[in-house]
């Protein structure tokens, strides 16, 4: 290890090491390491921030040319383009979706909505969230692979884990079969393509697609006419090629040609890829708009309410669900008049979960031991504690052992060959896992990962650095050594204390969700042992990827469900080690003792319940179907994460998790100051968690669940059309225009507008225009993408204002606050002021006339 460390502080500077350099690195880029950021795929504060108001659309920016009209054509331009270029094309190239093929359906995302609705996906259950995902895996799957980017179909499908090989290609087929059934083919470029032949151009087809060119023809074939398909003399698909448009596909094709860049014109809807990547190459590129921005957004908002209409049709079968409640005699009999928290969340609402799961379990144990397989049930400490108690007290006996192996060992103790580590890597989702948590799981100590770490930082690409630097082969070695040491010690671990044979079945019961230590002991164990590992959890994730030996009494897409794990677990420390003996190593309890007391009285109730719910279910003789149980039980636990009373919340306001991975281990579950203000900024139901929604309200909790559930396309602008007039004056002291802008509302009566920085100008707010009285929550700088590059509020000279904290005072009409640039360096892009603030009184309130 020591000739690691030496090796690699050889090849970096030391003058040049900024100890806080991977700190800046980490406030920069929150995403990589903040895990409980709630953005949708694609949706991150850049395009939030983007949308809440472009000024470049109504403010003036002279130091920023704009020449995108010389490069963007609509559809009644199409007809007359060869015109304007004349004789000077030579090669006519055409982008392929939404240029030439459009499809049926608003997004491309909604083709794997049509997807699952085809009988071969319902039959294998496969969901779009699967495919989605599944698409992800691949990606960064690949990229570990070969360094490439580029997949085809059937490299997605491959992580589709718990499908036969045959399953998995009858999927992709039927994948192509679904985009041949939905997309047509946008006749202005039918006809630019008949026109280009007769003018005897070259005519191609270059696009950015995991489906491969004879897949692609295909799709063409369906919808071309015959003429048109057979002038088409090439088509380029990235994935052919190993390289997308915009890095080096354009330079292959103009060496195909066999003419100057300047004779190829080439049209696309993507204006970084068809247009941007092309034009450096001295190809002459149009940008496509299909729409308006106003027929756009319109179009964006009607896809938004698509899915909704659902909630006024008759009942249908899919949505509409009988209400079932199995359990209200115990309720009755049990007579919980004022009854305390701990009974409310323990006795009425994790029992009934817990009695399904219960029944769950105990019928797949008896199921498999009917099939003549000797079967152990193991409880995985610290979260299935409680799950192991409730099925002692619903079968009342002892079944099966309370175990501590937990996902990090599992995970830690598998890494045997390059492969092993290129498949954790993988499957590592950079928005939740930070550099050090990849190395403490793949066990290298602490000073191998900071030498890693100041070299990555020196890349332009930190990420990619970082994981290739994991792979070089004496760290590999390291890895490999310090797995193997491990994986003797769970070993013997789990062949003295749990006592497994040849041939045993072993039932890993635990609350869910991943199932990564199922998918990992089974990669390790397996065949060594050889012994059948299962697991049987409360809930499970709706990934491809997921075990094909695991079920659960609850699948979703989302783990909303803390505060129930939290209160199944055992008051004792994480399994972190083991001795030579095999004996476990605990580490140090984090939590409180009151957070403890808390949890204790909640398993009370549980147990309370299931012993309550066996006496009366044997005294009147009814059995329920497990599919009502089930029912009941995913009710209980969506109605106490997503609606909880004001005992539950008051009960669970001081309660905290631990992650063993996070440097910053202990983390409230929801605080409802930091709520409030989060919401002034940026009132999306997606960043805020289950509690913190009810917290503000049903109506926020409700917009977060129907966003979530149909991956609505909307932003804050849409919430709600409440705005807050605002006059600005923008630019030199003798060159400046006044304009009227409107701040859009946040929430609480909070509104928020973006000003453009532009260095050596002046943005001069003329408050005392509308207002008497406001309050100033927040003043900050912010860049292109919508980071936050400082709080700038010490820097607003005020004419006119009396100010006392965030309270401003308007003196009169002519009252101005003026934003200095002095002091704040220049940029190459742009970069806003973001303000936050609430109107207390107006001045036409102060002065009706």
Same mark, same amino acid.
């Given at each position: 290890?020591?000739?690691?460390?030496?090796?690699?502080?050889?090849?970096?500077?030391?003058?040049?090491?900024?100890?806080?350099l991977?700190?800046?690195?980490?406030?920069?880029?929150?995403?990589?390491?903040?895990h409980?950021?709630?953005f949708?795929?694609?949706?991150?504060?850049?395009?939030?921030?983007?949308?809440?108001?472009?000024?470049?659309?109504?403010?003036?920016?002279?130091?920023?040319?704009?020449?995108?009209?010389?490069?963007?054509?609509?559809?009644?331009?199409?007809p007359?383009?060869l015109?304007?270029?004349g004789?000077?094309v030579?090669?006519?190239?055409?982008?392929?979706?939404?240029?030439?093929?459009?499809?049926?359906?608003?997004?491309?995302?909604?083709?794997?909505?049509?997807?699952a609705?085809?009988?071969?996906?319902?039959?294998?259950?496969?969901?779009?969230?699967?495919?989605?995902?599944?698409?992800a895996?691949?990606?960064?799957?690949?990229?570990?692979?070969?360094?490439?980017?580029?997949?085809?179909?059937?490299?997605?499908?491959?992580?589709?884990?718990?499908?036969?090989?045959?399953?998995?290609?009858l999927?992709?087929?039927?994948?192509?079969?679904?985009?041949?059934d939905?997309c047509?083919?946008?006749?202005?470029?039918?006809?630019?393509?008949?026109?280009?032949?007769?003018?005897?151009?070259?005519?191609?087809?270059?696009?950015?697609?995991?489906?491969?060119?004879? =897949?692609?023809?295909? @799709?063409?074939? %369906?919808?071309?006419? +015959?003429? *048109? /398909?057979?002038?088409?003399?090439?088509? !380029?698909?990235?994935?052919?090629?190993?390289?997308l448009?915009?890095?080096?596909?354009?330079?292959?094709?103009?060496?195909?040609?066999?003419?100057?860049?300047?004779?190829?014109?080439?049209?696309?809807?993507?204006?970084?890829?068809?247009?941007?990547?092309?034009?450096?190459?001295?190809?002459?590129?149009?940008?496509?708009?299909?729409?308006?921005?106003?027929?756009?957004?319109?179009?964006?908002?009607?896809?938004?309410a698509?899915?909704?209409?659902?909630?006024?049709?008759?009942?249908?079968?899919?949505?509409?669900m009988?209400?079932?409640s199995p359990?209200?005699?115990?309720?009755?009999?049990?007579?919980?008049?004022?009854?305390?928290?701990?009974?409310?969340?323990?006795?009425?609402?994790?029992?009934?979960?817990?009695?399904a799961?219960?029944?769950?379990?105990?019928d =797949?144990?008896?199921? @498999?031991?009917? %099939?003549?397989?000797? +079967?152990? *049930? /193991?409880?995985l400490l610290?979260?299935? !504690?409680?799950?192991?108690?409730?099925?002692?007290?619903?079968?009342?006996?002892?079944?099966?052992?309370?175990?501590?192996?937990?996902?990090?060992?599992?995970?830690?103790?598998?890494?045997?060959?390059?492969?092993?580590?290129d498949?954790?890597?993988?499957?590592?989702?950079?928005?939740?896992?930070?550099?050090?948590?990849?190395?403490?799981?793949?066990?290298?100590?602490?000073?191998?990962?900071?030498?890693?770490?100041?070299i990555?930082?020196?890349?332009?690409?930190?990420?990619?650095?970082?994981?290739?630097?994991?792979?070089?082969?004496?760290?590999?070695?390291?890895?490999?050594?310090?797995?193997?040491?491990?994986?003797?010690?769970?070993?013997?671990?789990?062949?003295?204390?749990?006592?497994?044979?040849?041939?045993?079945?072993?039932?890993?019961?635990?609350?869910?969700?991943?199932?990564?230590?199922?998918?990992?002991?089974?990669?390790?164990?397996?065949?060594?042992?050889?012994?059948?590992?299962?697991?049987?959890y409360?809930?499970?994730?709706?990934?491809?990827?997921?075990?094909?030996?695991?079920?659960?009494?609850?699948?979703?897409?989302?783990?909303?469900?803390?505060?129930?794990?939290q209160?199944?677990?055992?008051?004792?420390?994480?399994?972190?080690?083991?001795?030579?003996?095999?004996?476990?190593?605990?580490?140090?309890?984090?939590?409180?003792?009151?957070?403890?007391?808390?949890?204790?009285?909640?398993?009370d109730?549980?147990?309370?319940?299931?012993?309550?719910?066996?006496?009366?279910?044997?005294?009147?003789?009814?059995?329920?179907?497990?599919s009502?149980?089930?029912?009941?039980?995913?009710?209980?636990?969506?109605?106490?994460?997503?609606?909880?009373?004001?005992?539950?919340?008051?009960?669970?306001?001081?309660?905290?998790?631990?992650?063993?991975?996070?440097?910053?281990?202990?983390?409230?579950?929801?605080?409802?100051?930091?709520?409030?203000k989060?919401?002034?900024?940026?009132?999306?139901?997606?960043?805020?968690g289950?509690?913190?929604?009810?917290?503000?309200?049903?109506?926020?909790?409700f917009?977060?669940?129907?966003?979530?559930?149909?991956?609505?396309?909307?932003?804050?602008?849409?919430?709600?059309?409440?705005f807050?007039p605002?006059?600005?004056?923008?630019?030199?002291?003798?060159?400046?225009?006044?304009?009227?802008?409107?701040?859009?509302h946040l929430?609480?009566?909070?509104?928020?507008?973006?000003?453009?920085?532009?260095?050596?100008?002046?943005?001069?707010?003329?408050?005392?225009?509308?207002?008497?009285?406001?309050?100033?929550?927040?003043?900050?700088?912010?860049?292109?993408?919508?980071?936050?590059?400082?709080?700038?509020?010490?820097?607003?000279?005020?004419?006119?204002?009396?100010?006392?904290?965030?309270?401003?005072?308007?003196?009169?009409?002519?009252?101005v606050?003026?934003?200095?640039?002095?002091?704040?360096?220049?940029?190459?892009?742009?970069?806003?002021?973001?303000?936050?603030?609430?109107?207390?009184?107006?001045?036409?309130?102060?002065?009706?006339?």
């Amino acid at each position: 290890m020591q000739h690691i460390l030496e090796r690699f502080f050889a090849g970096i500077p030391q003058a040049d090491i900024d100890p806080l350099l991977f700190d800046n690195f980490r406030r920069e880029h929150p995403s990589i390491h903040h895990h409980d950021a709630m953005f949708p795929p694609g949706r991150g504060l850049t395009e939030q921030t983007t949308r809440q108001q472009k000024p470049e659309d109504c403010l003036p920016w002279t130091d920023m040319p704009d020449t995108h009209h010389k490069m963007q054509i609509k559809a009644p331009d199409i007809p007359n383009i060869l015109g304007v270029f004349g004789d000077s094309v030579k090669v006519l190239s055409l982008d392929c979706f939404d240029t030439l093929l459009w499809r049926k359906t608003a997004t491309p995302e909604d083709v794997f909505a049509v997807l699952a609705d085809n009988p071969v996906a319902r039959s294998l259950g496969i969901t779009p969230h699967q495919r989605i995902s599944a698409a992800a895996r691949a990606y960064r799957a690949k990229r570990l692979e070969n360094g490439s980017c580029q997949i085809d179909i059937r490299d997605i499908y491959r992580f589709f884990t718990s499908l036969s090989g045959e399953e998995r290609e009858l999927l992709a087929e039927t994948e192509i079969q679904t985009e041949i059934d939905i997309c047509f083919a946008f006749s202005p470029y039918v006809d630019l393509i008949r026109q280009a032949h007769t003018h005897g151009l070259k005519i191609i087809i270059v696009s950015d697609t995991y489906l491969r060119e004879d =897949e692609l023809r295909r @799709l063409l074939a %369906q919808h071309l006419p +015959v003429d *048109v /398909l057979l002038a088409i003399s090439k088509v !380029y698909c990235s994935v052919d090629y190993g390289t997308l448009k915009s890095d080096a596909l354009f330079e292959i094709v103009i060496n195909d040609c066999g003419v100057p860049a300047s004779q190829l014109l080439h049209i696309g809807d993507n204006e970084v890829s068809d247009v941007q990547a092309p034009r450096k190459l001295g190809v002459r590129a149009l940008h496509f708009l299909q729409f308006d921005r106003e027929v756009a957004d319109f179009l964006r908002l009607q896809h938004a309410a698509s899915p909704l209409i659902v909630l006024e049709q008759a009942a249908p079968e899919t949505v509409v669900m009988p209400c079932y409640s199995p359990f209200r005699p115990i309720f009755s009999v049990a007579n919980l008049q004022r009854c305390a928290p701990a009974t409310v969340i323990g006795y009425m609402s994790f029992g009934p979960v817990l009695y399904a799961y219960c029944r769950f379990l105990m019928d =797949e144990v008896d199921t @498999l031991q009917r %099939q003549g397989k000797r +079967v152990k *049930v /193991l409880f995985l400490l610290r979260d299935a !504690y409680l799950l192991s108690a409730a099925c002692e007290a619903y079968a009342g006996k002892p079944v099966g052992k309370l175990v501590r192996i937990r996902g990090f060992i599992a995970i830690a103790a598998s890494f045997r060959t390059r492969a092993d580590v290129d498949y954790y890597i993988s499957g590592i989702n950079p928005e939740v896992h930070d550099f050090h948590c990849a190395a403490r799981q793949l066990l290298l100590p602490p000073e191998v990962t900071d030498s890693l770490l100041r070299i990555a930082l020196k890349s332009s690409d930190p990420q990619t650095a970082f994981y290739q630097l994991l792979r070089d082969h004496e760290v590999l070695d390291l890895i490999f050594k310090n797995s193997s040491a491990l994986r003797s010690r769970l070993r013997r671990y789990m062949s003295r204390q749990l006592e497994l044979e040849e041939g045993d079945t072993v039932i890993l019961a635990d609350t869910g969700y991943n199932g990564r230590t199922l998918e990992y002991l089974s990669r390790t164990f397996k065949e060594e042992l050889n012994i059948d590992l299962l697991g049987r959890y409360v809930i499970a994730s709706d990934e491809p990827y997921r075990s094909a030996d695991s079920k659960a009494l609850i699948t979703t897409p989302w783990w909303k469900y803390d505060l129930f794990e939290q209160c199944c677990t055992a008051k004792e420390g994480a399994a972190v080690d083991y001795d030579l003996d095999g004996e476990p190593i605990l580490e140090e309890i984090e939590l409180s003792e009151n957070q403890y007391k808390k949890v204790i009285d909640v398993q009370d109730e549980c147990v309370r319940f299931i012993n309550d719910a066996g006496v009366i279910f044997t005294k009147t003789g009814v059995t329920h179907e497990y599919s009502i149980l089930q029912r009941a039980a995913h009710a209980a636990l969506f109605r106490h994460a997503h609606m909880p009373i004001e005992a539950e919340l008051e009960y669970f306001e001081d309660f905290q998790h631990d992650n063993f991975m996070e440097l910053d281990r202990k983390k409230s579950f929801y605080n409802i100051e930091s709520v409030l203000k989060n919401v002034r900024r940026l009132p999306s139901p997606y960043r805020l968690g289950a509690y913190d929604t009810r917290g503000l309200g049903l109506d926020f909790t409700f917009s977060a669940l129907v966003q979530q559930r149909f991956q609505l396309d909307l932003c804050p602008e849409d919430m709600n059309v409440r705005f807050s007039p605002l006059k600005v004056s923008i630019g030199r002291t003798h060159d400046s225009e006044v304009l009227l802008l409107r701040a859009h509302h946040l929430h609480d009566g909070y509104f928020s507008i973006i000003l453009p920085y532009v260095s050596g100008t002046s943005a001069k707010m003329l408050l005392g225009e509308h207002y008497e009285w406001l309050q100033i929550e927040d003043l900050q700088l912010l860049n292109s993408a919508g980071s936050v590059c400082g709080n700038v509020s010490s820097s607003l000279d005020l004419e006119e204002i009396n100010r006392e904290g965030e309270i401003y005072r308007c003196l009169s009409q002519a009252s101005v606050a003026t934003i200095r640039s002095v002091g704040l360096q220049q940029f190459k892009t742009p970069h806003y002021y973001h303000m936050i603030f609430r109107p207390l009184v107006s001045r036409a309130a102060c002065n009706p006339s």
